[in-house]
């Protein structure tokens, strides 16, 4: 904690005129956003996300290509080759306009999950912290039941039987996400609703309901969102597994996962290019919001702020 | 080994320790801290030096560059560390770990942070065997009984292979100078061993290293904010301010006539001299501002921007440490005069705390007139077992059966060692937990009868003031928030009269108007405790309990923290009952004390005849525990001293709880003894006095 030297009176003397007082005073996200800034780490991953979001969202738009229609006549064309800067796959798509449309599933699927686990998590893991009683061990004992089966089977079992589709593969994966948010989320809940300034508060007269909004939910915020990024970065990665697995969305449309299981096959064969694009661009996309998530991290820590 | 117990070895003695103006620098990431700056010091032989200081005046950084145990990006920069006459920082990296292994030991101040909680007592305190003296495993065990049998363990040879959990604090403190001790050492650094603990067990531990002492003749290094704890216990004292050694001398001499301007003003910051010296409660002497900052460069004395007696001089030109067996860094030392204590420039502090109202009250005034009556008052938690049944396991007995009442504008103290339930009292008047029975009556209302909106209402009336203002403050609000939310809880006023209310707040507890721009954490603690108070104060309540309202605080703030609790006690006519385990603060404090043991009030009566004239065993005891900076004050106790721990609450013992302790326990003491007496009431069946006569007669307590 730093001890500004702000004006101590001593005893029943007047108060001294007090010094630092030129600097004005900033508000807590003001504070919050100059600290994420000092995270070098977090800027590249906020750039590289806006940059590869920015490629798959808007690259279509003055990159055209026919991601509908098979061309066999141009199948594994090395990149550069026939004005494809990527190359082929193995049914005459262009590479990279295949990327920027994998991107799009991909980054909307990631997106749409991780915040789906994180808001239905926050709400389970907080009424079970809150109400307590029995509330609570019947609560968290679902979501050990739940952790408890493989997560792998569950979404082989459960993409058998629904066919994927954009929605479906968001639904799939947010109902397993949320177990995470939903145990922290619990426990956040736990220690805050017996911090001292909620004490402090109800020795005041305040209620439950004060107590929530006032105090537990802005103290918790912080850790939410923070844990959103990471669901989100999560959350892509499921979207590669499932496709992987070839449970993802149905050709013609495509995805980052997909492409790579596809890309696979060719290992052997010197396609390269249909298996590293693809790779590296997962990497890179969970990579940047883990960084956003750990800036995010400092930037809620309020010890870590200063003026 | 040397069995050399001397106290003043003569000069021909070579220092075991030798500090020559060491630097030690941490690294952070805004800038670097100059923790130490040109510490010099002594360590004879056998002798114990006591380094006394504020939190940030580098005595524990000292304490820490000697073991080479300085945090992260901490560096000793400059200077030497002799240690037997050779210089540690030179010395090859082998040796001095080796020497830092076999010829120091050290103790730390948190006994269960500094024990692992996954290794057995025996495996860890024969660490350092196994480690620096390669001794076989069974050997290590014999070794390792036998030095715990030394640090005053019982059973020894069951105790090796408890986990440190299984172990109350004070006994972990033991296994701790156990394992500092196990290779015999020259040199023992204590570094705030007792700070964590009761003060009965802090004289245990005391009383056990001064032993161990002369035992292993071995050199002690106390280090320590409590200056009561150095004044009992040293043969030399060293005072620290800001990574400095401002003052050092033989401890009698140093308490008799202390000569830097802020030794004398932290002696006179003390309650203890402040009853002590006038009879009636003095003002205490609060020193100005807050030490600085040092990550900055400093120029001259650094304590004189917080003194009265500074001039010109001494904020521009370097001051050294003068020559001598009393040496002091000050350019305008406290004069010697040989006869009188601490020579005071009268003025500042004579001013006699004004009566309160409350205990002048007479006998024959109903008790219908008290801030706060709380009648036969119980409080048990019952013990969970753990799943989702949760079967209750049995009951932990806090608070059993406790009366007493608080006048308007009377000060009413609880002490007690922790556990003993003082908080949970403080909980219950406030109403933050519902008694188990009892009856808790704020203003002639019980506080059971009370729902919903009236409810409410009863909390303007007692508002609670915490120990860690910090931990009590919402980390995500503005000050200005924090400060107006009793009065938007409580429905008082619109917008512009709260923040009236909040100016003359800030006014009233000393602080600018610019706080209020700010958050929790950029305050020091006294002005968090400033802002606490002033948050209390917002719903201009009757009754504050201050639960442990000054323990976190430094010597010098706490004094300033004290002295703005009395002046507003005096201008609001409040009424506090103040919550500590300190008696001397307590003592300061309160008009009357009572005194708790396991749930139960032991004694009651007005503070003067309390603290001097204890009628029951456990508050002489207490009261022979709580060290003093008066010097020879151990000696002319009358020597109550209490063995063992305090008992589990699960199962209390019946009858007097404290009779499993007591050294006058006898049979009858099985049955519980009532609280009896008219002003000064005690619950024993062998007090140790009559009640004095000329207490005054006023029923404080129903019995």
Aim: glycine share 10%; charged share 20%.
């Amino acid at each position: 904690m730093s001890t500004l030297s702000e004006a101590v009176r001593p005893g029943a003397a007047p108060a001294p005129p007090a010094d630092a007082a030129d600097e004005p005073v900033r508000g807590l996200w003001r504070q919050g956003l100059v600290v994420f800034c000092e995270n070098r780490l977090a800027l590249v991953g906020l750039g590289l996300f806006v940059l590869l979001a920015g490629i798959c969202f808007l690259g279509p738009l003055f990159y055209h290509t026919d991601q509908v229609h098979t061309d066999l006549t141009a199948v594994h064309l090395a990149p550069g080759e026939q004005g494809h800067p990527l190359g082929t796959d193995g049914v005459g798509y262009d590479q990279l306009g295949r990327l920027m449309l994998g991107g799009q599933t991909s980054i909307i699927v990631g997106l749409a999950a991780g915040i789906l686990a994180t808001a239905v998590g926050t709400l389970w893991g907080a009424v079970a912290g809150f109400a307590g009683g029995w509330v609570d061990p019947a609560m968290m004992r679902v979501v050990d039941a739940m952790m408890s089966i493989p997560s792998l089977f569950l979404f082989m079992l459960l993409a058998a039987i629904v066919t994927p589709s954009v929605p479906m593969l968001i639904l799939i994966i947010g109902a397993f996400a949320w177990l995470g948010p939903a145990r922290l989320v619990r426990g956040e809940a736990l220690t805050l609703r017996s911090r001292e300034y909620v004490q402090a508060m109800r020795g005041m007269g305040g209620t439950g309901g004060r107590a929530v909004r006032r105090h537990i939910v802005p103290n918790a915020i912080g850790t939410v969102i923070v844990n959103a990024t990471f669901q989100v970065a999560d959350a892509i990665l499921y979207v590669a597994y499932l496709s992987f697995l070839g449970l993802g969305v149905p050709p013609p449309a495509a995805n980052w996962g997909g492409m790579l299981s596809d890309g696979l096959a060719d290992t052997y064969s010197g396609h390269w290019w249909l298996l590293y694009p693809p790779g590296i661009a997962i990497i890179l996309i969970v990579l940047a919001f883990n960084f956003i998530g750990d800036g995010l991290r400092d930037a809620f820590e309020v010890r870590l702020r200063r003026r | 080994m040397s069995e050399s117990t001397v106290r003043k070895p003569p000069a021909a003695v070579q220092p075991l320790l030798e500090l020559r103006d060491l630097d030690t620098d941490i690294a952070l990431r805004r800038g670097t801290v100059h923790a130490l700056d040109g510490v010099s010091l002594e360590v004879m032989p056998g002798e114990t030096l006591g380094v006394v200081g504020e939190s940030g005046s580098g005595k524990t950084m000292t304490a820490l560059s000697i073991m080479g145990l300085l945090p992260p990006g901490g560096r000793v920069s400059g200077g030497q560390i002799l240690f037997e006459g050779r210089d540690l920082r030179s010395l090859p990296a082998d040796e001095v770990r080796r020497i830092r292994g076999v010829r120091m030991g050290m103790v730390f101040q948190d006994p269960l942070t500094s024990l692992n909680p996954t290794m057995r007592i025996g495996v860890q305190v024969a660490e350092p065997l196994r480690v620096h003296e390669g001794v076989g495993k069974a050997d290590a065990r014999e070794r390792t009984i036998e030095i715990l049998r030394r640090v005053g363990m019982p059973r020894p040879d069951r105790i090796v292979d408890n986990y440190p959990h299984e172990l109350s604090g004070g006994m972990r403190q033991r296994v701790a100078i156990a394992m500092a001790l196990v290779c015999s050492p020259r040199l023992l650094i204590a570094d705030e061993p007792t700070t964590a603990l009761d003060v009965t067990t802090q004289r245990q531990i005391l009383e056990l290293i001064d032993d161990l002492r002369e035992e292993f003749g071995m050199a002690v290094i106390l280090v320590t904010h409590d200056l009561g704890v150095i004044a009992g216990r040293a043969d030399r004292v060293a005072v620290m301010y800001a990574g400095r050694v401002v003052e050092t001398a033989a401890t009698a001499t140093l308490f008799r006539t202390p000569r830097h301007r802020y030794t004398e003003a932290l002696m006179e910051a003390l309650p203890e001299s402040a009853i002590r010296e006038t009879g009636a409660h003095a003002r205490l002497y609060s020193i100005p501002g807050l030490p600085p900052d040092l990550s900055r460069p400093l120029a001259g004395c650094r304590f004189a921007p917080r003194c009265r007696h500074v001039t010109d001089e001494c904020r521009i030109s370097d001051i050294t440490l003068s020559a001598g067996e009393h040496q002091h860094a000050c350019l305008h030392p406290v004069p010697t005069t040989p006869a009188a204590p601490v020579t005071l420039p009268a003025p500042v502090r004579v001013e006699p705390a004004p009566q309160p109202a409350g205990p002048t009250a007479g006998p024959d005034e109903p008790a219908a007139t008290s801030v706060l009556s709380v009648r036969a008052l119980v409080k048990n938690y019952a013990a969970h077992g753990r799943g989702l049944l949760r079967r209750t396991a049995g009951q932990v007995s806090a608070v059993a059966g406790v009366s007493f009442e608080v006048g308007p504008g009377e000060t009413f103290g609880l002490v007690g060692e922790s556990g003993c339930g003082k908080s949970t009292v403080g909980r219950l008047a406030v109403g933050l937990e519902r008694p188990t029975a009892g009856q808790i009556m704020l203003d002639g209302t019980d506080l059971a009868g009370l729902a919903g909106r009236e409810r409410r209402r009863m909390h303007r009336q007692v508002q609670l003031m915490f120990q860690d203002s910090y931990a009590a403050m919402n980390p995500r609000m503005r000050v200005d928030a924090i400060l107006a939310e009793p009065l938007e809880i409580q429905k008082v006023g619109d917008g512009a009269a709260r923040r009236a209310r909040i100016a003359t707040l800030l006014d009233q507890v000393g602080l600018s108007r610019r706080v209020l721009e700010r958050y929790p954490h950029e305050f020091s603690g006294g002005q968090l405790q400033r802002i606490g108070l002033a948050r209390s104060l917002a719903l201009q309540p009757r009754l504050i309990v201050g639960d442990e309202p000054v323990s976190a605080l430094d010597v010098s703030i706490q004094a300033q923290v004290l002295n703005l609790m009395r002046d507003l006690q005096r201008e609001l006519g409040l009424a506090y009952v103040f919550i500590s385990h300190d008696l001397s603060v307590v003592d300061y404090m309160a008009d009357r004390i009572g005194v708790m043991y396991l749930g139960k009030l032991v004694e009651v009566g007005p503070a003067r005849d309390v603290v001097r004239a204890a009628r029951h065993p456990y508050t002489q005891a207490l009261i022979d525990a709580v060290p003093s900076i008066t010097p020879n004050a151990a000696a002319a106790r009358d020597g109550i001293t209490i063995r063992g721990e305090l008992p589990s609450a699960l199962n209390p013992p019946t009858g007097c709880r404290f009779r499993t302790r007591c050294p006058l326990a006898q049979e009858i003491c099985a049955t519980e003894p009532p609280l009896a007496g008219d002003g000064h009431q005690v619950a024993c069946h062998f007090p140790l006095r009559p009640e004095s006569s000329a207490a005054p007669a006023r029923a404080g307590a129903v019995a």
